[in-house]
């Protein structure tokens, strides 16, 4: 990563270069401890790169007074010789990600007006602009994430701990009941707001920023709350929603369907990582799983 950081932006000094980490889609590196880079892992995910630039000029204009900071893109790589897909470099943001800061020492009033103001303002950007920029459709609905589920039962129980195979027993036979469809609009959505991506300042357990908006779309709004139950519980999820103030019918159902359903898979997901990721993530995962079946978390 150092050779296509000096071979395409000289004026770094590179005197640091740290690993941050990897998720599903990126490798992040913190260089000069001012500057976070994310190298696509597939490549997929760096065509998607154009399309995250679009969203971002409409996310800098609507979030441009929303309590989280979020990431500006001031670098853009192509792909080299030392390389070979384009990458991004914003500023670094400091924080630490929701999970790891211990839950005592969350400041759960702030986060959940921080994080319902911050969705506010993403969802009233027009999502015409958003599809006129290229910004795809989120089509997958409640009914979708069930046929899913059911497709890969066999593998998710074979993933899922026997604790909680009977409280997903419901996903993995097609018989769970899902939410009322929504009779909100389609708004622009992060789409990934997964508890990661809440960065929190760790003495003061306060929400600083919202990163990673490569998976904006254009769809249901309850996608962007269903990273919220396996990280604060249902009732500081519910708390949100309330905070974000946008009357939406069946939006608590749907969000509570769809972040059950969304779990399993991703447990499923995280089995399958890398062997070096893979009994973290699925320990993580399983965890989240286990908070998000839980009605009374």
Not at 20 to 25: H, N
Not at 114 to 132: D, K, N, S, V
Not at 174 to 200: F, K, M, Q, T, Y
Request: charged share 30%; hydrophobic share 40%.
């Amino acid at each position: 990563m150092r050779a296509a950081l000096a071979e395409q932006f000289p004026t770094l000094r590179l005197d640091a270069v740290r690993f941050l980490g990897s998720g599903w889609d990126y490798d992040a590196w913190l260089v000069d401890d001012g500057w976070v880079f994310r190298f696509p892992r597939r490549r997929e995910v760096a065509d998607g790169i154009p399309e995250e630039l679009r969203g971002m000029e409409l996310v800098s204009q609507g979030l441009r007074d929303a309590p989280l900071a979020f990431p500006h893109f001031e670098h853009v790589g192509a792909p080299g010789p030392h390389f070979p897909y384009a990458f991004l470099g914003y500023r670094f943001l400091p924080g630490t990600p929701g999970p790891e800061v211990p839950p005592d020492r969350i400041d759960r009033a702030q986060v959940v007006e921080a994080l319902g103001e911050t969705l506010r303002l993403l969802h009233a950007i027009p999502a015409e602009q958003a599809l006129e920029r290229g910004i795809r459709r989120e089509l997958d609905g409640q009914k979708a994430w069930l046929r899913d589920v059911v497709r890969k039962r066999d593998a998710i129980r074979d993933a899922l701990p026997e604790a909680l195979r009977e409280r997903a027993l419901p996903f993995l036979e097609g018989s769970a009941a899902h939410g009322p469809e929504s009779d909100s609009p389609p708004r622009l959505i992060h789409n990934d707001l997964g508890p990661d991506h809440v960065l929190l300042d760790p003495e003061t357990g306060r929400a600083v920023a919202l990163l990673d908006f490569g998976d904006l779309s254009v769809g249901d709004p309850a996608y962007d709350f269903i990273g919220l139950p396996p990280w604060l519980g249902w009732r500081a999820t519910r708390d949100v929603i309330s905070a974000y103030g946008v009357g939406d019918t069946g939006l608590v159902d749907r969000v509570g369907f769809l972040s059950r359903a969304c779990g399993l898979v991703w447990l499923l997901e995280a089995s399958r990582m890398p062997e070096d990721q893979r009994a973290r993530d699925v320990e993580k995962h399983t965890q989240w799983l286990g908070r998000t079946l839980d009605p009374g978390s």
